[in-house]
């Protein structure tokens, strides 16, 4: 079982800086994918910023210059530089990840979601 942990929320004001991270545990062979969605009240979530394990990155484009993700591969562990932050990045911020696993032997790719951690931005 991987079980993936987010960390570095909070509250800040707008033009301020967070770094949120999610560190990976488990069984794990490979990260192919590890991405950042956020959800805000009454919205959809959205993916925020995605990397592969191969170094692709994408950006919403409303996080663009703004957002940076990157990943360390020996420590299973990703995170998202939030800098120049608005009101409107206001949300909660999930971790998705694709892993290569092999529970019961069975090596094979499973999608796992983080708790989730609340980052709210003041005006």
């Known amino acids: 079982q991987v079980q993936l942990v987010e960390s570095g929320g909070g509250l800040v004001q707008a033009g301020g800086s967070l770094r949120v991270s999610c560190a990976a545990s488990?069984?794990?062979?490979?990260?192919?994918?590890m991405g950042w969605y956020r959800q805000a009240p009454g919205k959809q979530r959205e993916l925020v910023a995605a990397?592969?394990?191969?170094?692709?990155?994408h950006y919403a484009d409303s996080v663009k210059g703004r957002f940076t993700i990157s990943r360390d591969n020996a420590a299973n562990t990703g995170y998202l530089q939030m800098s120049s932050l608005k009101p409107e990045d206001t949300a909660v911020y999930y971790c998705?990840?694709?892993?290569?696993?092999?529970?019961?032997?069975?090596?094979?790719?499973?999608?796992?979601w983080g708790q989730g951690t609340q980052v709210a931005v003041s005006s």
């Open positions: 998705n990840a694709r892993v290569t696993t092999a529970p019961m032997g069975v090596i094979r790719e499973y999608e796992y």
């Open positions: 488990g069984t794990i062979l490979s990260i192919n994918f």
């Open positions: 990397i592969t394990a191969g170094g692709s990155i």
